[in-house]
Each structure stands twice: as C-alpha cells, then as structure tokens.
C-alpha cells in the first residue's frame, strides 16, 4: 500500500478514487508525466515539469500551483512512502465537469523488473490504430491508440511496438523513443513528424553530443531498418534499452557507451 495525492488529500493507494466526473476520466482532458526517482533523488525534474507546465499553457488549462509548488508535492510524496527509488506519475486534468477546476494527482510505485539483455521490438503502421498527436506536441492522457498497440504487441511476444507512418517513415514506439546507429552516427526520428520529445530522448541526444559522437534528427524510412548497425529504445522508466527485430542484431558498441553514461547520469542526480 503506498500514499498518493488525490486533489488535495493524501489518501492510501487502497482507498484512492477519481470522480466519476473527472473530465481527465470522461474525457481524457488532462496531461501527465511520469518521473523516476533514484535513492529518493528525481531525475530530470526540470525537463518534466517544463514539459507539462508547456503543455498546460497550450491546452489553456490554468493552475493554482507554480513549478515549486508542484516539486515540492513529488518530493512529499515521495517522503511519504517507503521507496528508495520507483516511478512518479503526475496527473493534472481540468476536474470535476460541473466545477471546471483542476485537479492534481500523484501516484507513486517501485521500479518494475527491467529486462537485462536487449528486448525484441516489432514494427506496426500506426494508421492501423487510433493514434492522437498534437501540434505543438502534448503528453495527453488519451493513450487509446498506444495502448491497443502495446496489447497487439504482447500476443506476439514483442518488448514494444515501433509505428511508422503511411509514408513509411519511422516515428516513435507506444510510449518509448527509439534511435538507431550507422556508420557510428546516431539517427532518431525527427519532432516535426508530430512525435513527443521524450525527456531520456533529450537526455541521450545532450549525451552524443558530450561524448561527440554525431547525431542526426531525421526521417528514417522503414526499409532501412536492417542497414543499421544498432538501435535502442528510451523512456523514463525503462532508461536505455538495447533492442533488435527479427532476422537482425547487433553488438551494441556505441549504444553501450550511450547507456553507461546515461546511468552515470541518473546516478549523480
């Protein structure tokens, strides 16, 4: 049993409820951002809050609590329960529909089992599910089309799916970001497709270029994918993982370096 913040009332994990006419549950109007936190430690706080205070702005839903504010609850909550290092999600949809006030959740979990050795990826054209993106970008709560992926996904026995477009071109997983590498430079599918910046995206782009190795926001066509010598996918829970399809692999040897120092990274936070 953990502790959330529910609308103003830190309420146990057993007990915690939304109401009914939420308009994030009846309607998915809401944002969220999920952070991870490493010996009680958040990783990347700033990019995230920056994230979904520019997503708030956009979808014109106004806030009673400044970005301290809101850190200073993730940290609370955090002090509140017994984990050293887990998963924050911060919720905020515009509220009750009768009310039209916002309202701010948090909930809090341990780190899921992360797989140790490169996970298995499959490729799907994401005009085959209902996929909402937005223009700017907005991490929204309507995952319908995401999920229904990640579910056709788990029947085939794949870690997570990777979308393309009617074009053929590459765009980004259900909920993870995914990079390639050839000939030692980096390629990861570009924003102006409509995708989400992850914030491990924007993290492992500051790290190539730390590091100096090349890297390229592009468009990257399908049948390409196996002239690769490497690929990874990102996400905040997850951090690095390396990945392959069938009838391709990989040693890894750049996307290793990549992963060390993103563990170094999140380590000294």
């Known amino acids: 049993m953990h502790i959330y913040y529910i609308d103003g009332n830190w309420v146990s ?55 301290k504010e809101l850190f200073n609850l993730i940290i609370l909550t955090i002090k509140k329960n017994q ?3 887990g998963i924050i999600r911060l919720m905020i949809t515009r509220g009750k529909i009768e009310e039209n006030i916002p309202a701010i959740y948090i909930s809090i979990k341990p780190f899921y089992s992360i797989p140790s050795s ?45 979308f393309y477009n009617n074009e053929n071109i590459i765009t980004e997983c259900a909920i993870r970001n995914i990079f390639y590498v050839k000939d030692n430079i980096i390629f990861t599918p570009s924003l102006d497709l409509g995708i989400l910046s992850g914030v491990m995206r924007e993290t492992v782009i500051e ?15 399908l049948s390409d994918i ?13 951090g690095l993982l390396e990945c392959f399809w069938d009838g391709w692999k990989s040693s890894f040897s750049i996307t290793k370096k990549i992963k060390k120092e993103l563990f170094n990274r999140i380590k000294r936070t």
């Open 207 to 221: 790290i190539a270029k730390t590091l100096n190795i090349e890297i390229q926001e592009i468009h990257i066509n």
């Open 83 to 85: 984990i050293e290092s």
């Open 13 to 67: 994990s057993d007990n915690a409820s939304v109401s009914f006419n939420d308009m994030g549950f009846l309607y998915g109007d809401g944002l969220f951002e999920t952070m991870r936190f490493d010996n009680k430690k958040v990783f990347a706080y700033n990019k995230h809050l920056d994230r979904i205070l520019r997503g708030l702005n956009i979808i014109n839903l106004k806030i009673d609590k400044t970005k």
């Open 226 to 238: 196996n002239l690769m010598d490497e690929a990874f996918i990102t996400s905040t829970g997850i």
């Open 118 to 162: 490169p996970v298995r990826v499959i490729y799907l054209n994401e005009s085959k599910f209902p996929i909402i993106r937005f223009t700017p970008a907005i991490k929204s709560m309507n995952y319908l089309g995401n999920m229904l992926a990640k579910k056709e996904t788990k029947k085939l026995n794949a870690f997570e799916p990777v």
